[in-house]
C-alpha cells in the first residue's frame, strides 16, 4: 500500500476580533501567566507547523504591544468588523506557496490537544476540506488544502466557512477524537469555565 506524502502545514490563527460581547480585548486577558492569545501562539507553534501566522485588527496595537508575535508572522486583517472570513482572506497571499494548505485555528482557544492535530494530519492528505469531531460538538482546528484557496478567497461574513464546509463542492473528512471541544473565550462565563478548567 503507497504511503501518503508528508504534507506542508501552515497554520493560521484567527485573532482579529473586537471581543463586542466581552467588552474588552480578550486577546490580552490573564491566562497562565500571559495573555490567552500568548497562550494560544504558544501552543500552536509546539505543533510544529511549516509556518504560524496571526490575524490581528481589534485592539491591534495594545496586542503588538503586550503578545510576543517574535515567532510568527502578523496579517493584518483590516476588514476583520465584516467577520472571520475576512481575516482568513486577508492571510491567504501570506501562506507560504510551498505550503499544501493550512489548519484554521482560534486565537481564543489556548488548549487544543495534540491528538486533534495528529488526527487532522492523518486525514488531511486525502482531503481539501477536515474537520475534528470531538465527543460533544464538531470544532477547530479545519484543514484547507490550496486547492480551497480561491473559495476561500470569496467568502463574506462570520459563518462562511462552515457554509463552504457543507456546500458538498469539496472532498470532507472529519477526524474523530476522544476528547471534548477545546474552551474559547466570548463571554465572561467562557472566560471563568477556561479558567477554573485550567486550575
Known amino acids: 500500500m503507497p ?4 504534507l506542508r502545514i501552515s497554520a493560521l490563527v484567527l485573532a482579529a476580533g473586537s471581543s463586542r460581547r466581552l467588552g474588552q480585548p480578550k486577546q490580552l486577558l490573564e491566562y497562565r501567566g500571559a495573555t490567552l492569545l500568548d497562550a494560544t501562539i504558544s501552543k500552536v507553534l509546539s505543533f510544529g507547523f511549516a509556518q504560524t ?4 485588527g481589534g485592539a491591534a496595537p495594545e496586542v503588538r504591544d503586550t503578545v510576543d508575535l517574535s515567532r510568527v508572522e502578523v496579517v493584518d486583517s483590516l476588514h476583520h468588523t465584516d467577520g472571520c472570513s475576512s481575516s482568513i482572506v486577508s492571510a491567504l497571499d501570506q501562506i507560504d506557496d510551498e505550503s499544501d494548505g493550512f489548519f484554521l485555528f482560534l486565537g481564543d482557544q489556548p488548549e487544543v490537544p495534540q491528538l486533534a492535530v495528529d488526527a487532522l494530519k492523518e486525514v488531511a ?19 484547507f488544502a490550496r486547492s480551497v484557496f480561491g473559495p476561500l478567497g470569496d467568502l463574506h461574513g462570520d459563518k462562511a466557512v462552515w457554509k463552504l464546509l457543507e456546500s ?19 463571554t ?8 477554573a478548567s485550567f486550575s
Open 53 to 56: 501566522l496571526v490575524t490581528l
Open 125 to 143: 492528505a486525502t482531503s481539501e476540506i477536515a474537520v475534528i469531531d470531538y465527543t460533544d460538538e464538531t470544532g477547530h482546528p479545519f484543514w
Open 3 to 6: 504511503v501518503e506524502p508528508e
Open 188 to 195: 465572561w462565563e467562557d472566560y471563568e469555565r477556561l479558567l
Open 168 to 186: 458538498g463542492r469539496f472532498s470532507t473528512a472529519h477526524a474523530t477524537v476522544d476528547a471534548h471541544v477545546p474552551l474559547d473565550v466570548d
